[in-house]
C-alpha cells in the first residue's frame, strides 16, 4: 500500500493495513488516521509516535506489555504475530541452545517481576547476544528510565514494520 492509498483510506482500512505496526495495539493506527494526510511513511511513524507520547501511562504500559516475551513461551509455542515471529527469527531467537534459552528465560522473569512488563527491543537491530547484554543491563535500570527506553524501541520497531508494508 502506498501513502497515498493511506491517505485516502477510511479508518477501517487504514488500522487494517498499518494497526499490526504497534504490536497487538490498533487503538494507535486509530487515532493515527485522524491526522492524515501524510506525505511520508516518516511523517506517518510521527503522527503515530506522538498519540503514544499522548496517550496516558497506563496505555503506554498497556503498548509495552502487548509484546512477547523475547524467545518466551508463546514463541516456542508458535504464537507469535507474523511480524514479532520474523524479528526474533532474524536475531536468532528460533536457534537457541538449552542453555541460551535457560539464560532467556531466567533474564526474561527477572526482569518481569522488577517491571510488571516484558523486556522489549527491536530485535532486528541486535543480534541474541546483544540482546542478552541489553537484557542484563537495562534490568538495572529504574521504572521511569525503562518504560522511556521500551517506548523508543517500539517506535523503532514500528518504523521498521512500516517501512515492510508502506510504499512512499
Request: contains cysteine.
Amino acid at each position: 500500500m502506498t501513502v497515498s492509498e493511506l491517505n485516502r483510506a477510511g479508518r477501517e482500512d487504514f488500522t487494517g493495513a498499518v494497526g499490526f505496526a504497534f504490536e497487538n495495539s490498533p487503538w494507535i493506527a486509530q487515532e493515527a488516521w485522524q491526522k492524515r494526510p501524510f506525505a511520508s511513511v516518516d511523517e506517518l511513524h510521527a503522527a503515530m509516535v506522538a498519540v503514544v507520547e499522548h496517550a496516558p501511562e497506563e496505555k503506554r504500559i498497556e503498548l509495552i506489555a502487548a509484546h512477547p516475551d523475547l524467545a518466551g513461551r508463546v514463541a516456542r509455542e508458535g504464537r507469535l504475530t507474523a511480524a514479532s515471529a520474523g524479528e526474533q527469527s532474524s536475531a536468532g531467537l528460533d536457534r537457541l541452545s538449552k542453555e541460551e534459552l535457560a539464560r532467556f528465560e531466567r533474564l526474561n522473569q527477572a526482569y518481569r517481576a522488577r517491571f510488571a512488563f516484558p523486556f522489549v527491543i527491536c530485535a532486528r537491530e541486535n543480534t541474541k547476544e546483544s540482546i542478552l547484554t541489553a537484557l542484563e543491563q537495562r534490568a538495572n535500570s529504574d521504572r521511569t528510565t525503562e518504560i522511556a527506553t521500551a517506548l523508543r524501541e517500539i517506535a523503532k520497531i514500528a518504523r521498521l514494520r512500516l517501512s515492510d508494508v508502506v510504499e512512499t
